[in-house]
């Protein structure tokens, strides 16, 4: 089941040749969160507006940092996962009271106070690095019991294979792609946008000391193949709004509609008895050996492939407080992936 439901207030003034900004953002549990943002100082030319300069071709975004975590289940049961919020498009640029194609997702209502129109594609990459240092301790080792299930003699016959540390380095691609109109009229517009407000993934780094070893030939997948090898968790949004601008009283109302396919991936090693053998042990713990002396691999793999689509809505207003184009507040709620929540994903397992 999928969670996740956004609400965004923001303010803004706009002035010519704005050379100072302020922000401030919170958050509180339960997905929601608001903003405000304005500018001050800088001359007048007795310009009715002034705008933040338009975006066009490709934007860098801001570099941030992610984390996935990847989760799998054997058997039959419900899985429990939230997207990972990954809605950095626009940089500045994207918030609440924007006028550009981003306010397709941030706020629909912002696409009514551009004329023209406008084609946005932006790119922001994250660079993500993590470690995991798994103990060699068994159950029995530490006091409470070890979050691992090492045998200590499967430990002996390959060291380093369950033991050890892990990492990984990985770039994240988050694009979109948004195209506004007025469609020549002062009062009626639109957008249509791809994006991928969700997500994350992870592929963990080999373990080179492993690499062509028959024996132990799932050791190459690194220590922290028991809880994830590579993994995904991602929901594209294709979206389209419409928005109204009723000028003579300064609001501008918009509503979307989002087509959203989300899927999620994750591969990891697993043993149907739920251990972290590598090879067949006896039922005191010790190697089992066959009658020429060789053990039996043991060592499995688990997959989780699944995908599907849901529905999703957005709603907004931005009132222009002075109705002179410098001073906005606007107000947004995005709902979370098929409305009410939870997910039916189809795939393999």
């Known amino acids: 089941m999928v969670k996740q439901r956004t609400a965004m207030v923001s303010q803004r003034t706009r002035k010519p040749d704005a050379a100072a900004t302020r922000s401030a953002t919170c958050s509180a549990t339960g997905s929601a969160t608001c903003s405000a943002t304005g500018s001050a100082t800088g001359s007048t030319n007795g310009a009715a507006r002034s705008r933040a300069p338009k975006t066009r071709g490709w934007s860098a ?47 629909p209502a912002g696409i009514a106070l551009s004329k023209g129109t406008h084609i946005f594609v932006d790119g922001t990459i994250a660079l993500r690095w993590a470690g995991y240092d798994r103990p060699s301790a068994g159950p029995d080792d530490v006091a409470g019991g070890s979050p691992v299930q090492n045998n200590q003699e499967t430990l002996g016959l390959a060291p380093g294979a369950n033991d050890g540390k892990a990492s990984l380095f990985n770039a994240i691609a988050s694009p979109f792609l948004g195209v506004s109109s007025d469609f020549g009229t002062d009062f009626i517009y639109g957008g249509l946008s791809v994006s991928f407000p969700f997500g994350g993934s992870a ?128 107000a947004s709620y995005t709902s979370q992936p098929n409305i009410t929540g939870g997910m039916t994903l189809k795939g393999t397992l």
């Open 203 to 330: 592929v963990w780094d080999k373990n080179s000391v492993y690499n062509g070893n028959e024996q132990f030939p799932g050791a190459v997948d690194g220590q922290q193949r028991w809880y994830s090898i590579d993994g995904a968790i991602r929901s594209m949004y294709v979206t389209g709004a419409l928005a109204f601008n009723i000028r003579k009283i300064g609001l501008s109302i918009g509503l979307s509609g989002s087509a959203i396919r989300s899927n999620v991936t994750t591969l990891r090693a697993r043993n149907a008895d739920g251990t972290d053998d590598l090879v067949t042990v006896n039922s005191d713990g010790t190697v089992a050996y066959d009658a020429d002396g060789n053990t039996s691999l043991k060592e499995g793999r688990s997959l989780v492939d699944v995908s599907g689509w849901q529905g999703g809505f957005g709603i907004g207003l931005v009132y222009d407080v002075l109705k002179q184009g410098k001073y906005f507040i606007g």
């Open 61 to 107: 975004g801001v570099w941030a940092a992610a984390v996935l975590g990847c989760f799998a289940a054997a058997g039959v049961g419900d899985a429990s996962a939230s997207g990972i919020a990954a809605a950095r498009f626009g940089g500045e640029h994207g918030h609440p009271t924007t006028d550009n194609p981003t306010a397709i997702y941030y706020n």
